[in-house]
């Protein structure tokens, strides 16, 4: 029996190309629809193959009949123009020799084609398997990397909403095979901008004194912030500075205060009500620079929240600072935040970062005056241990580590 394929355009092609050369006779043994191959092929109409068989003898017989009709013509010459003469016993027996290796070759070439189809077709499976696979595994990873920097967020204690807001932003711009490395850099970018560039002191330009006034409750540092500010103006910017301290409530408060003033060879006026405030401010006409020290107020004491309040409004300072330690409770801070809402305009200044183990109270506070962050203090060293808010430094510890 012999075997042979035949390709057609669709089935009727093929097995009309059956016919022609293997006859009636000829049995179907497969019908199948293949790719064409080459890339720009793969997305065209696919062929039909048919794979037919006939007995032995009939190629045998059909090539030397037509061997035998093409040598003949009409003078009883064959095609090389000598007289038609018989096909011998050997020359018959070498034509189909050569025929059944021929078949032989095409069944053999046909076998090979099948088995790499089959080979392709199970590579393809597992392919898409794995591409599924792998596209769940780039969800679960993009999961797992902003759950990462969700916890970092929370454990330093950032306000949930700030949190789930910068996550969604994040979740929303991000990729799925996002990069933790990626994810970071747009939280960082996000984060930054929330907190914004730090301010410092604005200075006068008229050869009036910059009055500023530093507000904020008690224990949280004020009169050492003073001390900081002051030093550093008068130390490495060659500022004249001139001091008075409202704080008469705490006399270590104002002999703490003398202390500085005598080690930075600064004046010190001690007011003790609203009334003496403008006549120190003049006194100090000659200065560049005046700092004013106010008693840590309890916004729960009516009476004397209410005289803090009359003595700013007396004031007219230039700038304002509400001081704040980052070791109070998001909670506490709120109810300060709200209680120091009357000032019509003022910045921040954050106390005591290294005994704080997160900054989130600081993005909170940011977020929820929307005023400018100022300096920040990390220690009691007079004049070293204050600064202008580093917001790379604030950014990278509220984002946590990333191992």
């Known amino acids: 029996m012999k075997i042979r394929r035949y390709i057609g355009k669709d089935t009727q092609e093929a097995i009309l190309k059956v016919k022609m050369d293997l006859g009636n006779e000829a049995v179907i043994l497969n019908t199948r629809k293949i790719r064409q191959k080459g890339l720009l092929k793969m997305f065209s109409k696919p062929l039909v193959e048919v794979l037919a068989s006939v007995d032995d003898n009939y190629g045998a017989e059909n090539k030397r009949t037509a061997y035998e009709n093409r040598g003949r013509n009409e003078k009883g010459y ?4 000598s007289n038609n003469m018989p096909i011998s016993e050997s020359q018959k027996s070498k034509l189909d020799e050569k025929e059944e290796k021929i078949h ?6 046909i076998g090979m084609e099948a088995t790499i189809n089959k080979i392709y077709e199970q590579i393809q499976q597992p392919s898409d398997k794995l591409a599924a696979a792998a596209d769940n595994g780039n969800a679960q990873s993009q999961s797992k990397v902003l759950e990462l920097f969700y916890n970092n967020l929370v454990k330093n204690e950032v306000d949930m909403d700030i949190v789930k807001q910068l996550i969604s932003v994040v979740r929303g711009k991000v ?4 990069s933790v490395n990626e994810t970071a850099s747009i939280l960082y970018n996000l984060i930054s901008e929330m907190i914004g560039k730090p301010s410092t002191i604005k200075l ?15 224990g949280v540092g004020k009169t050492t912030t003073l001390a900081k500010i002051a030093a550093n103006y008068s130390l490495n910017q060659n500022k004249n ?12 408060a104002v002999e703490q205060l003398k202390t500085y003033a005598e080690i930075l060879g600064m004046p010190l006026k001690v007011i003790y009500s609203v009334n003496e405030i403008h006549e120190a401010i003049n006194e100090y006409s000659d200065k560049d620079l005046i700092l004013i020290d106010t008693a840590g107020r309890s916004y729960k004491n009516k009476a004397q929240f209410d005289e803090l309040k009359t003595l700013i409004d007396a004031t007219h300072a230039d700038e304002i600072f509400l001081v704040l330690s980052t070791t109070t409770g998001m909670r506490n801070c709120r109810e300060i935040l ?12 954050f106390t005591k970062l290294d005994e704080s183990s997160s900054f989130g109270l600081i993005l909170n506070s940011r977020r929820l005056t929307n005023r400018d962050l100022s300096f920040v203090t990390t220690g009691q060293s007079v004049p070293d241990d204050i600064e202008l808010a ?4 604030i950014t990278k510890n509220l984002l946590g580590s990333i191992s």
């Open 78 to 81: 064959n095609a090389r123009g």
């Open 104 to 109: 032989l070759l095409e069944n053999r070439i």
């Open 175 to 178: 990729k799925e095979n996002v």
């Open 204 to 218: 006068r330009d008229d050869g009036k004194p910059t009055v500023i006034m530093l507000v904020g409750p008690t």
């Open 241 to 252: 500075v001139g001091l008075i301290t409202a704080d008469t409530y705490r006399i270590a």
């Open 338 to 349: 709200s209680n120091y809402s009357f000032l019509e305009n003022y910045k921040l200044i």
């Open 390 to 393: 580093n917001v790379d430094m």
